[in-house]
């Protein structure tokens, strides 16, 4: 085989995996899955905030990188283009001039970043950091995430 003809095979490998990756995952999929593992962790994390589930200090920090994980995961799948369609529950409002979506997704971020920076070993040291942590969803859902229909 000569080098061009291996040269096309990659390149048409390539396009091809690109493409496939695209029609499977659409960002607002993407950003779908990564908002589920945000609130996969609100179980453990909100559960001890509220005495339903003991405080483990090792928990509930694996908890918190985890969402801290899938919250940056989740901050670029809001491209400009994705703001229509019925399958998404993301409001216009996030792509409108002067729109502060990215700041408090950046703000949970910090948050999640303090909480796991403090390793907080019991429970009333805990509350008040998840308690920042959890007000940035609602700030958000509040003004940006439309009712389930
Ligand atoms: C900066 C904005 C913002 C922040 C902060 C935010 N969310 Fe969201 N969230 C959204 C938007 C917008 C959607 C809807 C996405 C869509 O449908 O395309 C969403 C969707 C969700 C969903 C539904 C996912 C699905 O489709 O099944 C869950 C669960 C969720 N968020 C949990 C959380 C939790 C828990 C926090 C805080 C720890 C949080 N979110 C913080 C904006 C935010």
Redesign the pocket.
């Known amino acids: 085989m000569n080098i061009k003809k291996i040269a096309l095979i990659s390149t048409v490998a390539v396009a091809m995996a690109a493409s496939a990756f695209g029609a499977a995952h659409s960002p607002?999929e993407q950003?779908?899955a990564a908002?589920?593992a945000?609130?996969g962790q609100?179980r453990t994390l909100g559960g001890m905030a509220q005495g339903k589930v003991a405080f483990d200090d090792f928990a509930a920090l694996s908890a918190l990188e985890i969402?801290r994980d899938a919250a940056v995961t989740a901050r670029p799948l809001f491209p400009v283009g994705t703001e229509m369609g019925s399958e998404?529950?993301?409001m216009p409002e996030?792509w409108a001039d002067g729109s502060d979506?990215d700041a408090?997704?950046g703000q949970?971020i910090a948050n999640l970043d303090t909480a796991i920076a403090a390793e907080p070993a019991d429970l009333a040291s805990y509350r008040p950091l998840f308690g920042a942590?959890?007000g940035?969803?609602k700030a958000?859902?509040e003004k940006?995430?439309a009712p389930e229909n």
């Open positions: 607002i950003r779908q908002m589920k945000v609130g609100m969402m998404t529950r993301a996030i979506f408090i997704m949970l942590v959890a940035t969803c958000c859902h940006y995430r």
